[in-house]
């Protein structure tokens, strides 16, 4: 053997597999050659101290009931699932973020919901406006641009705001004036009526603190629900009403270039 | 609640899986946890292996050697899910542990005494680490053989490569991880 050869067989020696006239041959060449030797008795020592450092690990007790839940649910649950599944469990880590990586995003991503104003159907002029802007909040704006023949509200152009669409109706044998503006996501819904006809319609009424405070000072804020705001002014003996989801400070902000009176 | 019921075929499989491959856990698991080097990796690898080996069960041949097969599945799994980049460790020159080998010669008597000398300050846990250096080829080998205790023929069907070619690996492995043992030996201060 040369050493070429020696070298090959090293690993077959140091794990006694070999035999007869091949062995012989190698210690033969070992014997004088004495970089075959090392490498040779290196490797063998190289394997006594992995062998006496590194031992086979026994598995775990919870393993074995592990696969077999695992292999179950993979056979119940189909593939798609019991991989969704197997993920699940085994990395209970990822579970819990996924979890609250959802929260966070379903949170983070929620505006602020659209609640209901709905009001009974009552005479009362207040109601009315809740009851109207409650269907304006649900879409029901149509016709509000199909009339194109309706310019006539009396306050114009709202501060910063862009008019959707303004539309006439009769509402109890009254002419009302409704319009809808916009300021980035919300909704701004303005009406106007003739103050007389409230001040002496049984159909349509204000409740007299309410009639009192306008008389008084010229506006009232109705505070039936907090996340949205209601204005009522009078002006020219019209009366206006405006209604938002939006502090009562910023819907004001909104009418106070149209409103001089504020 | 309407429990599943499995439907006989599938029954016959979970049976047959459960008294064949499963009495393989314990092999398959010491391996795992010297391939990936901890046991949440190892957990991972070793239920990852068992549950494509379920899935393809139909694809496994009756009698034949159901260990090589799932020791296949597991290396594959391991190369495809866990494989660094890895380079091959820088080796000390085989002259510097030659020279310090012989030198020891004159003084030790006997392999185990030897193999003290050598790398005896070297923790298990940098044995460990040394063993992660190589290449998984050479690792899964010197695995298979030095720790497992395998033959070289049942390593060559469980790796699925010739008896020749494991030789040569385990002599190529054990001299890259003895030179990686020599230098955290020597970075430690036992050799000089």
New interface residues.
């Given amino acids: 053997m040369n050493c070429s050869e020696v ?6 020696v ?2 006694n ?1 070999l035999g007869g006239k091949e062995l012989d041959e190698f210690y033969q060449h070992a014997k004088i050659c004495r ?1 075959c030797k ?2 040779y ?20 007790l919870y ?2 009931h ?3 839940t ?3 649910t ?3 649950s189909g ?1 798609i699932f019991s991989s969704v599944f ?1 993920l699940l469990i ?1 990395r209970w880590y990822f579970t819990v973020g996924l979890t609250t990586a959802l929260i966070l995003i379903f949170v983070w991503t929620q505006k602020p919901s659209s609640h209901s104003h709905t009001s009974p159907q009552d005479n009362n002029f207040i109601h009315f406006v809740y009851n109207n802007f409650d269907a304006v909040q649900k879409g029901e704006t149509a016709q509000f641009t199909e009339d194109n023949n309706a310019n006539g509200f009396g306050i114009g152009q709202l501060k910063d705001c862009s008019l959707i669409g303004t539309c006439n109706a009769n509402y109890k044998g009254q002419q009302v004036t409704h319009s809808i503006y916009k300021k980035e996501n919300c909704t701004i819904y303005c009406l106007q009526i003739n103050f007389d006809s409230i001040k002496n319609n049984p159909n349509l009424t204000l409740p007299s603190q309410v009639l009192d405070k306008l008389k008084e000072t010229g506006r009232y804020v109705a505070d039936m629900h907090k996340c949205c705001s209601v204005i009522l002014w009078v002006k020219d003996n019209n009366l206006f009403a405006a209604a938002a989801e939006m502090d009562i400070n910023n819907l004001m902000a909104f009418l106070t270039d149209a409103e001089a009176q504020w | 609640m309407t429990l599943l019921t499995l439907n006989p075929n599938e029954n016959e499989k979970q049976n047959e899986f459960k008294s064949e491959a499963i009495p393989q856990l314990n092999g398959l698991y010491s391996f795992a946890r010297h391939l990936t080097g901890n046991a949440d990796d190892a957990d991972d690898l070793l239920q990852d292996t068992f549950l494509k080996a379920y899935r393809f069960w139909d694809k496994y041949e009756k009698g034949t050697n159901i260990r090589a097969w799932l020791f296949r599945i597991m290396k594959n799994s391991y190369i495809n899910r866990y494989r660094k980049v890895t380079k091959e460790p820088d080796l000390i020159d085989f002259n510097e542990i030659q020279e310090f080998y012989t030198r020891l010669q004159d003084t030790t008597t006997g392999d185990h005494d030897l193999a003290e000398q050598m790398f005896g300050g070297v923790l298990d846990d940098e044995v460990a680490k040394a063993l992660d250096t190589l290449h998984p080829d050479f690792k899964t080998v010197v695995i298979l053989c030095d720790i497992e205790g395998y033959t070289y023929e049942e390593i060559a069907e469980f790796v699925d490569i010739p008896v020749g070619t494991v030789r040569s690996r385990l002599h190529r492995g054990r001299k890259m991880l003895q030179s990686k043992l020599f230098e955290y030996a020597k970075k430690k201060g036992y050799v000089k």
């Fill in positions: 070298l090959e067989h090293i690993s077959s140091v794990d597999r970089r090392d490498e008795d290196l490797e063998r020592v190289t394997k006594i101290f992995l062998q006496s450092s590194l031992h086979p690990f026994p598995p775990p393993l074995e592990r696969l077999l695992l292999i179950k993979t056979t119940n593939n197997e085994k």
